[in-house]
């Protein structure tokens, strides 16, 4: 193997191990890498998806976009341009990208930031402060969102109201449906690599308009006195409902995610109303009919003057990356 060759590899090995970092509905990581001598190929691993919650594998698809985003910005970080080959096979639906094609360029100093952010990117459900963000800090994470091709659209007044009403209905649905309810506890009673530990979910409900998810039990992170007043909820959508949009969404969620972390903008995700079939049909409403949602999403500034939570666990790299391909070599 020549000099070039072991360079790629160990690349591509270290950009999916990177991607383990990025964010999934309930921390359940549902993704696998295999590094080839010139390709790497992200699957779906259908054992951590939440088959009562998200049966059609919406917010699974979505979680694997993010990571397929990182591993991108962690090649570039590191001076490799790859082509993204997505849903390439369609006769194995599981296999959702394959970066090939890789040539050498210049190492990108913008995807070097990026890559830093990813270790300091996290979900923090505290209420939010006072001080709204920037008109300029919202259009820059619009535009590393869009530029995924998917849009991104802040909710009005009225529309936020709409998303309040529509989030305490998925959330009294989750709490009546006991399928829901089972899988819900599950993701948050583990003590192992994956899921959501108590440190991150909130002591008390925070008192905000738009009520959080309701995980169905406390955690332990103090949530002060804020509120989301001062919140932008956007809106990811797009044209169509369908797995390779939906790995676009999250490749949007995570260029966009990754920005507000450059800008110390907090983000977080609310997925119940898109879980609901009926509560999703709302937010299509609320989109007049221009598009399919696919994630709501919190932007606000965290409250500086304490701690936020702790980074939630990940797997072991070995249980994500498969190298026995390149190996030896
Ligand atoms: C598709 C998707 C949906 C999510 N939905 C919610 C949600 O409804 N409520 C919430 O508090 N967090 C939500 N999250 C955040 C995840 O729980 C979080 O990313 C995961 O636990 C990993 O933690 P981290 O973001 O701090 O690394 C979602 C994340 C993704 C990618």
Do not use: K
Not at 24 to 50: C, I, K, Y
Not at 94 to 107: C, F, S
Not at 260 to 287: D, N, Y
């Amino acid at each position: 193997m020549s000099q070039t060759d072991h360079a790629l590899t160990t690349a591509l090995a270290q950009a999916a191990a990177t991607a383990g970092r990025a964010p999934s509905v309930h921390n359940t990581q549902p993704w696998r890498w295999r590094v080839l001598p010139d390709a790497l190929e992200l699957r779906v691993v259908r054992d951590r998806q939440l088959t009562a919650t998200d049966p059609e594998g919406r917010l699974l698809v979505l979680s694997c976009g993010a990571a397929l985003h990182h591993a991108r910005v962690a090649l570039a970080a590191e001076g490799w341009q790859a082509g993204v080959e997505r849903i390439p096979d369609p006769d194995d639906a599981d296999l959702l990208a394959r970066l090939t094609g890789l040539t050498r360029v210049g190492t990108d100093p913008e995807a070097m930031h990026l890559v830093q952010c990813m270790r300091i990117r996290h979900t923090d459900r505290r209420p939010i402060g006072d001080e709204p963000i920037t008109d300029s800090a919202l259009t820059e994470i619009t535009e590393a969102a869009t530029a995924e091709g998917v849009r991104l659209q802040q909710l009005d007044r009225d529309q936020v109201l709409q998303l309040a009403t529509a989030a305490s209905q998925a959330d009294t649905v989750g709490s009546e449906d006991p399928r829901l309810r089972a899988e819900l506890a599950y993701w948050t009673s583990r003590a192992d690599d994956v899921g959501l530990p108590a440190a991150v979910l909130p002591e008390s409900p925070p008192q905000t308009t738009v009520p959080g998810r309701d995980f169905g039990r406390a955690g332990t992170l103090p949530v002060g006195p804020g509120h989301d007043q001062a919140a932008a909820y956007t809106l990811l959508y797009g044209d169509e409902d369908e797995p390779s949009t939906w790995l676009r969404a999250g490749e949007a969620l995570s260029a966009g995610w990754l920005t507000a972390t450059r800008l110390g903008v907090s983000v977080v995700p609310l997925s119940g109303v898109i879980e609901v079939p009926g509560t999703r049909a709302e937010l299509r409403g609320v989109l007049a009919g221009m598009g399919h949602p696919y994630l709501v999403l919190r932007l606000g500034r965290a409250d500086p003057t304490h701690a936020g939570p702790p980074h939630t666990p990940r797997l072991p790299v070995e249980q994500v990356v498969d190298t026995t391909a390149v190996r030896g070599t």
